[in-house]
């Protein structure tokens, strides 16, 4: 069973930044990538980015030079993991909960998404 946990939301001020971290935890499968996913009020939730187990990482258009994905290489194994989204320049667009996934692999190759509960993060103007 896979868990995936988000924490670091909260109430920030336009211009400033926030670190959200996400750790997660499976039991046989390797966790192949991890995904930042958020939904703002009254709006679909929309993908913003992503890191894969080696490292490499994908952002969207909204976010890219502001936002940044990170893995904790020195901890992280196939089974465990932490990624952390740093976010600078905050605007009140980017109020939203944010929601991280951990994507695992079986044997046949299928590939399961696994959601975090999500965290709540506010930015006044």
């Known amino acids: 069973q896979v868990q995936v946990v988000e924490l670091g939301g909260g109430l920030v001020h336009a211009g400033g930044s ?3 971290s ?10 192949r ?10 709006k679909q939730r929309e993908y913003i980015g992503s890191i894969t ?3 490499s990482t994908d952002y969207t258009d909204p976010i890219r030079g502001r936002f940044t994905i990170s893995g ?3 901890k992280n ?7 952390y989204l740093q976010m600078d320049n905050l605007k009140p ?3 939203a909960d944010y929601y991280c996934t951990a994507d695992v692999v079986n044997d046949a190759g299928d590939r399961f ?8 993060v506010t930015v006044s103007s």
């Open 22 to 31: 996400c750790a997660a935890s499976s039991g046989t499968l390797p966790i």
């Open 93 to 95: 667009e980017d109020t």
């Open 113 to 120: 998404t696994n959601w975090g509960d999500g965290t709540q």
């Open 77 to 83: 194994t196939m089974h465990l993991q932490m990624n």
């Open 18 to 20: 926030l670190r959200l």
């Open 33 to 42: 990538a991890m995904g930042w996913y958020r939904q703002a009020p009254g």
């Open 53 to 55: 187990s080696v490292g």
């Open 72 to 74: 904790d290489n020195a």
